[in-house]
């Protein structure tokens, strides 16, 4: 998904169905809010391979370290 003002698309679910994938991501899409408070105001579904067309390995690798930062904080904030 991606903020107001985002420069880059952030990655919160994955799935190996798209259907799921969607369901996740629109259940995050509707909780989420960046550091200034905002909702997303996008949201896209993209496999690995399409990740890969358009950014190569860097793009998969980026999607990986933004799920776990996110189930990072998700631990840090529900002890």
Same mark, same amino acid.
């Given at each position: 998904?991606?903020? %107001?003002?985002? +420069?880059? !698309? +952030?990655? /919160?679910? &994955?799935?190996?169905? =798209?259907? &799921?994938?969607?369901? $996740? *991501?629109? #259940?995050?899409?509707?909780? $989420?809010?960046?550091? *200034?408070?905002?909702? %997303? /105001?996008?949201? =896209?579904?993209?496999?690995? +391979?399409? $990740?890969?067309?358009?950014? #190569?390995?860097?793009? /998969?690798?980026?999607?990986?370290?933004?799920? !776990?930062?996110?189930?990072?904080?998700?631990?840090?904030?529900?002890?």
């Amino acid at each position: 998904m991606r903020y %107001p003002h985002g +420069e880059r !698309w +952030e990655t /919160v679910a &994955v799935s190996a169905h =798209r259907g &799921v994938a969607a369901t $996740l *991501a629109g #259940g995050m899409y509707r909780d $989420l809010r960046d550091d *200034a408070g905002r909702s %997303p /105001v996008q949201v =896209r579904i993209a496999s690995d +391979e399409k $990740l890969r067309r358009g950014g #190569g390995e860097a793009a /998969v690798r980026q999607a990986a370290a933004d799920l !776990w930062q996110r189930a990072q904080a998700t631990a840090r904030a529900d002890p």
